[in-house]
């Protein structure tokens, strides 16, 4: 009972991150930097691992280290969805070396944990639809 509480606290915490550093990262020009690096952190802090560091590893390692800390599967369709989304955003920036590595990511935890970056989790449809339909 603990852990489902805490996975729903920091399922939270991430939601309520990731719409915030979103809307800044398809926002205004100035501010899509930080957008995205926030977009990243927020990855990292989910998986609680140093998102310089996970964002940098190649596809399967990035699975490898979601599988080694417990918490791959409670939230692996977040993961998914949002570095499928970055993919877009980097995509938009015009950075498509960042924009391929961040979908191959996310196809390589969709595999894995079997879920599909195209599934908007329910507590992100909103902002999916004011963002990047």
Not at 27 to 52: C, F, K, N, S, T
Request: charged share 25%; net charge negative; glycine share 8%.
């Amino acid at each position: 009972m603990l852990q489902r509480d805490y996975i729903l606290e920091i399922v939270g915490d991430f939601v309520e991150g990731i719409t915030d550093a979103f809307r800044r990262a398809l926002g205004e020009e100035a501010g899509r930097a930080a957008g995205v690096e926030a977009v990243e952190q927020q990855i990292g802090d989910l998986l609680e691992l140093d998102h310089e560091t996970a964002l940098s590893l190649a596809p399967d390692s990035l699975v490898t280290m979601m599988v080694l800390s417990g918490m791959g599967d409670s939230v692996a369709a977040y993961v998914c969805y949002a570095l499928d989304r970055l993919g877009t955003a980097y995509e938009r920036q015009g950075d498509a070396d960042l924009a391929g590595l961040r979908r191959a990511q996310a196809t390589a935890v969709a595999e894995s944990f079997a879920c599909d970056p195209a599934d908007v989790p329910s507590e992100l449809a909103s902002l999916d639809a004011e963002l990047f339909s």
